[in-house]
């Protein structure tokens, strides 16, 4: 049995299952980063390491480290904080964790629906990312962006393949019964 010319190699069986377990690696060590932050926002009481570096990253960036509108707004941010913002930020963290520990491992085990899963999901974030490199552009979102841009479409490719496979009529047997 031959492979169709127009299939791409990437798609083939061998490549495939590689790419898809490269896939749900790369989608479990995100979610292993995102547990790592949401256990330190939750867990670790590191809201005074937080505010720390977010003053002194501004401090280096704006480089008005006495400004008195500079302080004011810092004061005014770690009031939010306090209020229960980074509490919320690492229940997300936690919860998106979730989601993509679900998706890696689905996905490692080759199950349609975490498939699916992965591309709803995946898909949903671009816009975000695109918004963020017009705002902030950089190699390393744009790194992202592409190499969630390729998982989208090669997961696509292979749920309309097999798709399509399912949909060929297998030729029926006569069998004899007594």
């Known amino acids: ?5 127009h299939e791409p190699a990437i798609l083939q069986e061998p490549r495939r299952h590689r790419y898809l377990r490269l ?14 932050l949401g256990i330190s926002l939750l867990f670790l009481n590191a809201r005074s390491r937080w505010m720390d570096a977010l ?3 501004t401090a280096d960036e704006i480089l008005l480290e006495h400004s008195k509108t500079v302080n004011y707004l810092l004061n005014r941010l ?3 904080l306090a209020g229960g913002t980074l509490r919320a930020t690492g229940f997300l963290a936690l919860f998106y964790t979730a ?3 679900t998706e890696g491992i689905g996905v490692y085990l080759e199950q349609r629906w975490a498939e699916l899963l992965m591309i ?7 816009p975000l990312e695109i918004r963020h490199i017009w705002h902030h552009p950089g190699v390393v979102g744009a790194l992202i962006l592409l190499a969630n841009c390729f998982i989208v479409w090669f997961l696509y490719s292979i749920l309309k393949r097999d798709k399509a496979k399912g949909l060929v009529a297998q030729q029926r047997e006569l069998v004899e019964t007594r």
Do not use: E, R
């Open 23 to 36: 896939i749900a690696l790369f989608k479990i060590g995100k979610g292993v980063l995102l547990l790592l």
């Open 99 to 101: 989601v993509l520990f």
């Open 55 to 57: 003053s002194n990253w």
């Open 78 to 80: 770690q009031a939010v």
């Open 1 to 5: 049995m031959t492979k169709p010319a």
């Open 120 to 126: 709803f999901a995946t898909a949903a974030l671009i």
